[in-house]
């Protein structure tokens, strides 16, 4: 298995612009989180779902984020539009029920 | 809300023992350990659920006392791989993991 595929792995884009960030999980993995890492805040939970469907998005910092999950393979987080303080490395993570999490690679966005 | 880590840092030489802390204002599922180098992905360690069990992997261990709301995790005689950033998650609410905020750890040779 690949494990998780976050794309695009490092995206630079100018305040304004709208950036959607891509999670493939693992299959069979029915948990999906999104994460964001800065230095300041450490890792914070923004969103989960659990079989594609959200449970708790209380973590999404304002009305510029948004996330879906239209199937079990796929998932994105969008920002529109985008500010400086949105740099951070956004974490896809997967996992079963209570149990390890699996996380992607990340995805380092950073907006001048 | 966030557990509550402590250290922050720690600085060990190699072979010496440490203790990271976390602790919780609600009451817990379950409680997990993760491990991230600088520039990589958090990396699972260990899982801890409700009932007060000590895990271990490798020379790293854990404990959770489940009416204090607070685990322990236990680096005995560290090596230089034990470097980074240590995450405990906590699950208060059903598969909802919310990460404190990371002890730093370096080990010298």
């Known amino acids: 298995d690949a494990g998780v595929i976050q794309s695009p792995r490092h995206e630079v884009t100018e305040m304004g612009q709208e950036v959607t960030l891509r999670c493939k999980p693992i299959?069979?993995?029915?948990?999906l989180f999104w994460y964001r890492q800065t230095m300041m805040r450490g890792l914070e939970l923004l969103i989960y779902?659990?079989?594609?469907?959200?449970?708790?998005d209380s973590g999404m910092p304002e009305d510029r984020f948004s996330a879906k999950m239209p199937n079990a393979s796929f998932s994105t987080l969008k920002i529109q539009p985008s500010e400086p303080r949105d740099s951070a490395v956004y974490f896809c993570?997967?996992?079963?029920?209570?149990?390890?999490?699996?996380f992607g690679e990340g995805s380092r966005l950073t907006v001048l | 809300q966030q557990p509550v880590q402590s250290p922050q840092a720690v600085i060990l030489r190699e072979g010496e023992d440490a203790v990271i802390n976390c602790s919780s204002s609600?009451?817990?599922?379950?409680v997990h350990w993760y491990r991230q180098k600088h520039g990589e992905a958090p990396v699972f360690l260990m899982i801890?659920?409700?009932?007060?069990e000590q895990k271990g992997h490798d020379k790293i261990s854990a404990s959770f006392n489940e009416k204090k709301q607070q685990s322990s995790l236990y680096l005995t005689a560290s090596q230089l791989s034990y470097s980074g950033t240590y995450f405990c998650?906590?699950?208060?609410?059903?598969?909802?993991?919310?990460f404190g905020g990371g002890t730093r750890v370096l080990v010298k040779p």
């Open positions: 609600k009451a817990l599922y379950s």
């Open positions: 299959s069979g993995h029915d948990y």
């Open positions: 779902f659990n079989n594609n469907v959200p449970i708790d």
């Open positions: 998650g906590t699950d208060a609410a059903g598969n909802k993991l919310t």
């Open positions: 801890l659920l409700k009932g007060g």
């Open positions: 993570a997967g996992g079963a029920n209570t149990g390890e999490l699996f």
